[in-house]
């Protein structure tokens, strides 16, 4: 499973990027309103800039033609681009349009097998379920991951789950176990992963008892910087 970064934070994506585990990066109109005032198109091109995968961002337009028109514009901001469009009636028909064209689509706000069905039928390149809403409402989030992953592997559809709407480190394993393509975490989910008291406690366990017959001694004196 592949993993993205569920933000427009230029320093957070900076970091996810450096780290070597993000390949791509999604954001919405919410995430790109965080980041204060900004001009959409400048910023969504530094983030294409700096990701070397696809980068999701969103139409505003709730009509097909609406949702067209602004998906070929945004497609001419970068080569990476993928334009998010929403599991609605109109999203489908304007998916449709798009997929023919060659334009990338993340069909977002998925709730549903049956949304994602007519995604991928579109010829959607993403299809985002979102979990953590899901699970808002009492709903088992990641039971519709699975069985999108399912659907899509049985009948051997080239479209790709991504699991969106990841609250917490819990989320991003089950969806690995879920069959998900990719998890689109937010940054503070990314540094809780690597979380673990016991690596802590065992690095401080190993120092400790080389210094104790070593001293500082280093395998290299100075060590090198990346
Ligand atoms: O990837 C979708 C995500 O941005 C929505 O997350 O936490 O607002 O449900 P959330």
Not at 81 to 106: D, M, Q
Not at 147 to 162: G, K, N, R, S
């Amino acid at each position: 499973m592949r993993l993205f970064l569920d933000t427009a934070n230029i320093e957070h994506i900076r970091h996810g990027v450096e780290l070597g585990v993000i390949s791509g990066v999604t954001t919405n109109p919410s995430l790109v309103s965080k980041e204060g005032k900004v001009n959409y198109q400048e910023l969504v091109k530094k983030i294409c800039s700096i990701v070397p995968g696809p980068v999701s961002t969103e139409v505003l337009s709730q009509d097909a033609s609406g949702m067209i028109a602004e998906a070929r514009e945004i497609a001419k901001w970068a080569d990476n681009i993928v334009v998010k469009i929403p599991a609605s009636l109109e999203g489908v028909k304007a998916t449709s349009v798009l997929a023919k064209e060659n334009i990338k689509v993340n069909f977002t706000l998925c709730f549903s097998l049956n949304q994602a069905l007519l995604g991928a039928a579109a010829g959607a390149t993403f299809i985002s379920p979102f979990v953590g809403r899901l699970d808002d409402i009492g709903e088992d989030g990641m039971k519709v991951v699975f069985d999108i992953a399912q659907f899509l592997c049985y009948y051997e559809l080239p479209t790709q789950v991504i699991a969106a709407s990841i609250r917490h480190p819990q989320h991003c394993f089950m969806a690995a176990k879920a069959g998900a393509h990719i998890a689109t975490v937010p940054y503070k989910v990314l540094l809780q992963m690597i979380q673990h008291p016991l690596t802590d406690i065992g690095i401080k366990r190993f120092t400790d008892d080389w210094r104790k017959v070593m001293g500082e001694k280093r395998i290299i004196e100075t060590p090198a910087k990346l």
